[in-house]
């Protein structure tokens, strides 16, 4: 074995799944993930641990996978982290543990990330759950949201011992781990449903169908219904748009309606009661990891599909290996173009869109090149679909029905990163709904440091 080469790991072939939703990644084997383990030089003071946000003993977990001690090993995890199996599959480990990793200063890193797939599916599979708390301390906290930032707040909260329940708006629990990443990249009955169970088996209770702001405030919450505090971490699921012409023909959606179509009423299914449109020829609006799960969709619904980014490849936000994924299934990347206008039919249907050629100029304050318009280099692409994925923001219903809670211009809500604490005493705050989209990670890091400042808050009274 080579110690430099990470051993590879089993995916679907890409001609085979780009006409299915079934899962593109097939994970390791035990024989494979022990293989990959012993690549490990297990630092002693490493620097992977830092670069994970939930901090994850990471050398400790892939000891215990190397000696075929799986059951510890998911011990070790399910301590830092309450979606193991999500993580394993949505991370950007490129950029965070695995980017630490000190093997990969010379060779290719540890595959930390497909080991932890492959531990959280192994005690899934054998029935293994997290430890719930021994004892219960009386004092309730309300979680609002359902995603992988309240999620892993009730986690941690229970397992303290907190009495949790879960405030979730829409008809399923899960958040952006069921209506927004595909299928293909994270199965929901089979591994999002199976990870919300363990957060239940600590005692988390799920309320489902309860929009706060709406059907409840959070000052009923805490005046009325006797919860101690209150952790919002209800995402950012307003879509973005550019505000060029023609931006409401039918045929335009956001990447956010598109997929949660697809992800939570199964419109893919010929049997849904929720149709989606099944375009002949689609563009994508943006290259982040969001813009790549539209694309892919639209992709197995049958459709050619573009990808429209006004930068070249090296900006693009998305993770390498989704990048990698779309080129193979035969997705077309119009790099340095941007749409200028959406072109419609008499009845209001998308017929093409206008756009012109980009170059790179100075970087601008996010570091990468400014692009600039080529003049003169206009040109019409023939479509049916336009699929907007240029990020999302909070849907500012909760700011505005609460007194006291601060947001920023961007309506986000303000919140000690170190901690969540926000404007409005006992109530906390992470995830999008404070940063604006960002990824799995950072919300369940988010969730973690809220849940410690909610029970500093709670033990100090």
Not at 63 to 85: C, D, H, T
Not at 160 to 172: Q, R
Not at 364 to 386: A, C, H, I, K, N
């Amino acid at each position: 074995m080579d110690v430099l080469k990470r051993i590879p790991v089993r995916e679907q072939d890409a001609k085979e799944r780009a006409t299915n939703f079934k899962e593109v990644c097939l994970g390791y084997n035990k024989e494979e993930a022990m293989e990959e383990a012993s690549r490990c030089i297990n630092c002693k003071n490493a620097q992977c641990v830092k670069g994970c946000p939930v901090a994850i003993q990471i050398p400790q977990f892939i000891e215990q996978v190397k000696n075929g001690n799986i059951e510890e090993a998911y011990r070790i995890i399910s301590e830092s982290s309450a979606l193991p199996a999500v993580c394993g599959r949505v991370c950007p480990q490129e950029s965070q543990c695995e980017g630490k990793c000190i093997r990969g200063f010379k060779g290719d890193p540890i595959s930390i990330g497909k080991l932890e797939r492959f531990v959280a599916d192994w005690a899934r599979e054998n029935g293994i759950k997290p430890t719930p708390a021994a004892q219960k301390n009386g004092k309730k906290v309300a979680v609002i949201g359902s995603g992988p930032a309240g999620l892993t707040c009730a986690g941690d909260l229970a397992k303290m011992g907190y009495d949790v329940t879960i405030f979730e708006a829409l008809h399923e629990a899960g958040g952006v781990l069921v209506y927004g990443i595909p299928e293909f990249r994270l199965p929901k009955s089979g591994v999002v449903a199976k990870e919300i169970e363990n957060v239940k088996s600590l005692g988390v209770h799920i309320e489902t169908n309860v929009v706060v702001g709406k059907s409840v405030t959070i000052d009923q919450l805490m005046d009325e219904e006797g919860f101690h505090a209150v952790f919002i971490g209800s995402g950012a699921g307003l879509p973005k748009f550019m505000g060029i012409p023609g931006e409401n023909a039918n045929g335009v959606f956001s990447a956010n309606e598109y997929l949660t179509r697809s992800n939570l009423m199964k419109a893919f299914d010929p049997d849904s009661r929720t149709p989606i449109m099944h375009g002949k020829k689609v563009a994508v609006v943006g290259g982040g990891n969001v813009a790549m799960d539209a694309a892919r969709t639209a992709l197995r619904l049958g459709a050619e599909v573009h990808i429209v980014y006004r930068r070249s490849e090296e900006e693009l936000p998305a993770r390498v290996e989704e990048v990698h994924h779309a080129k193979e299934e035969g997705i077309i990347f119009d790099l340095l173009t941007n749409p200028i206008e959406i072109l419609s039919d008499d009845k209001g249907w998308v017929t093409g869109m206008k756009c012109i050629h980009m170059e790179l100029g100075e970087p601008d304050e996010s570091g990468r090149r400014r692009p600039v318009e080529v003049p003169g280099s206009e040109f019409v692409m023939e479509l049916d679909t336009v699929i907007m994925s240029l990020g999302t923001s909070p849907n500012p219903l909760i700011s505005s029905t609460t007194k006291g809670l601060d947001t920023n211009k961007w309506k986000c809500i303000i919140a000690d990163e170190n901690n969540g604490k926000t404007t409005k005493e006992g109530v906390y705050a992470g995830g999008d709904a404070v940063t604006g989209a960002a990824t799995v990670i950072l919300a369940m890091g988010a969730g973690k440091a809220a849940a410690k400042g909610i029970d500093e808050y709670l033990s100090a009274k």
